[in-house]
């Protein structure tokens, strides 16, 4: 970008625009996943949505690239491009706005997903969405979204009433099932092709204290443990949801000292049901049916203790590398893999999770929306992670040759915000499966020269 431009995009805006140049430029440029160091022509931290209008407008006719930032965790980097114009929506952007009479939230673009727990919580209040507070609502929401509260109250997306969207040309629109519906039906899972979502409006629902509970069973049993986890959660009461993992045991509460350290399988459970002492230790007694835990623990705790629970474990500034798919049954074949990687783990951080996105996210119809996978049962990643830029050819190959043994037992599709870095445009279709095609067609509507294409891209129809 030229320093004509660059000036002009500081006159227009009322946001910070930060160059090369610029003194906090470095800062500014980092992101979640470590392993990503690219330097933009310059980064608009944008004020309100005349400002993101602006920003499209000035980069239209400069001819520069256009890439778009909210919470900046995408793993593959796709809000922080070289040489590009970076729209920065977690300046002026960032804030919540709850209504507790209809129980709705307006969430602006830029926000975390803590900054909507904190504010409905407040409330009494949630929508499901992510296991980490620091994750972008933006880009998760945009994927289709899955967490604690997916099985009780399904997927992101089956909470969205409406967007605020501006489009490729500078103009905005609102997308709901009353306008702009084919928007709408791309929007809730399409990830960022149609546009720069500038506001949400979720449904919320009464989450207050939820039942957090951790198993951790020693790593000879997996096989065991995949076999029972397989079957018990998808039979359970949807307001208990449980995300398999395979993890190296922190250092630190609430796990005792003589674990630490540890390479285990396990389960992270959360439910909406009720939280008692008495309630809890009977709806946790088939966790031994598998093989004894070597730890397990429950509490009652509020709705934003879960989501942030992770924060401090994988802060901003990791290395990461991961790859997912989806799954609808779980394999002998899988277990096998499952079980060589996990004693393959090339560090304490690297993980392994399924997350269930079965229960209420079964319920909408396979057209409802653009999520394609209506009929999966669990939602994978695979996550390469470390301390250390030195160990990034370690994490990338463990994920990847996790993905390339375990893959053959998948339905052949991923959730869209687990794609890698440097995946090929297949996956992308397989994603969407018979979508792809509708997709298509909804981005030459409104993206017709591909503006909006750092994301897992959907390439304009014709």
């Known amino acids: 970008m030229s320093s004509t431009a660059l000036e002009t995009l500081r006159e227009r805006l009322r946001g910070e625009v930060i160059g090369p140049q610029d ?20 980064i608009a931290r944008c004020a309100d949505r005349t400002d993101v209008r602006a920003a499209v407008r000035l980069a239209r006719e400069t001819g520069t690239d256009l890439a778009v930032c909210g919470g900046g965790h995408s793993g593959g980097g796709l809000g922080m491009i070289d040489d590009a114009l970076v729209i920065d929506l977690s300046g002026g952007l960032r804030w919540v706005r709850v209504d507790p009479e209809t129980r709705t939230a307006l969430v602006g673009g830029g926000s975390q997903l803590g900054d909507l727990d904190h504010e409905a919580h407040g409330h009494g209040l949630a929508t499901p969405a992510g296991v980490m507070s620091t994750t972008g609502v933006g880009g998760l929401t945009l994927g289709g979204g899955h967490g604690h509260l997916t099985r009780a109250y399904g997927l992101t997306i089956d909470n969205l009433l409406a967007a605020d969207v501006v489009l490729a040309d500078g103009s905005t629109v609102t997308a709901s099932a009353e306008e702009h519906q084919d928007l709408f039906w791309a929007l809730r899972g399409g990830g960022g092709n149609f546009g720069i979502v500038t506001a949400f409006r979720f449904a919320l629902h009464p989450v207050d204290t939820v039942g957090l509970a951790v198993t951790l069973w020693d790593p000879e049993h997996i096989g065991a443990v995949l076999r029972w986890y397989r079957e018990f959660l998808p039979a359970a009461p949807e307001d208990l949801n449980g995300f398999f993992a395979t993890l190296t045991v922190p250092p630190g509460p609430p796990f005792p000292e003589e674990i630490h350290h540890r390479k285990m399988c396990g389960v992270v459970w959360c439910t909406t049901g009720p939280t008692d002492e008495e309630t ?4 946790f007694v088939p966790v031994a049916e598998p093989a004894p835990p070597v730890f397990h623990f429950a509490t009652p705790i509020p709705y934003p203790g879960i989501q942030t629970m992770f924060d401090e474990l994988i802060p901003k500034g990791l290395q990461w590398y991961w790859r997912g798919d989806f799954f609808d049954r779980v394999t002998e074949d899988a277990i096998d893999v ?9 560090t304490e951080l690297s993980t392994m999770h399924l997350y269930p996105v079965d229960g209420a996210a079964h319920r909408p119809g396979p057209m409802d929306t653009a999520w394609a996978y209506r009929d999966a049962v669990w939602s994978g990643v695979i996550g390469g992670v470390g301390t250390e830029p030195a160990e990034a050819g370690a994490l990338r190959d463990w994920a990847v040759s996790y993905w390339d043994a375990l893959h053959p037992q998948s339905m052949g599709g991923a959730y869209v915000n687990f794609i890698g870095q440097d995946e090929p445009q297949e996956r992308v279709r397989a994603t969407y499966r018979g979508h792809y095609e509708r997709l298509a067609e909804v981005k030459r509507t409104y993206d017709p020269e591909n503006v909006f294409h750092h994301n897992q891209n959907i390439l304009p129809a014709g």
């Open 338 to 346: 499952h079980r060589t990687f996990l004693e393959r783990m090339p």
């Open 280 to 283: 809890l230790a009977k709806l």
């Open 23 to 42: 003194a906090g430029y470095d800062e500014a440029r980092t992101i979640y996943n470590a392993m990503i160091d690219r330097r933009p022509a310059a």
